[in-house]
C-alpha cells in the first residue's frame, strides 16, 4: 500500500540539502535530482523535488500522514522560494 501526499503550495525542493537535512533522523537510500528515497519507522518514502511525497508500506493512511508530516518538519533549509 502507498499514499500520496502533495503540498498544499507550490513549492522546490532542493534534493541534495534534504537529504543532508533527513540525514541523521532517516536512512536515505537513493539520491539524486529527480528523486529521493529513505526509509523512516521501517517505511520507504519517496520524495520528488515539487514536495510531492510517497509513503509505502503503512496499512494506515493516518499513520503514512503522520510520517510524511514528520519528514515535511525536518525540510527547512531545503524549500527553494
Given amino acids: 500500500m502507498a499514499y500520496e501526499f502533495l503540498p498544499k503550495h507550490k513549492m522546490k525542493i532542493n534534493l541534495d540539502r534534504a537529504c543532508k537535512e533527513l540525514d541523521g533522523t532517516c536512512?536515505?537510500?537513493?539520491?539524486?535530482?529527480?528523486?529521493?528515497i529513505f526509509r523512516v519507522s521501517e517505511r520507504t518514502v519517496s520524495l520528488f523535488p515539487s514536495g510531492k511525497?510517497?509513503?509505502?508500506?503503512?496499512?494506515?493512511?493516518?499513520a503514512a500522514r503522520r510520517?510524511?508530516?514528520?519528514?515535511?518538519?525536518?525540510?527547512?533549509?531545503?524549500?527553494?522560494?
Wanted: charged letters at 45%.
Fill in 27 to 36: 536512512a536515505i537510500e537513493v539520491s539524486s535530482k529527480v528523486l529521493a
Fill in 53 to 62: 511525497l510517497l509513503v509505502r508500506g503503512e496499512k494506515e493512511e493516518e
Fill in 67 to 81: 510520517i510524511a508530516e514528520k519528514v515535511v518538519k525536518e525540510l527547512v533549509e531545503s524549500v527553494e522560494k
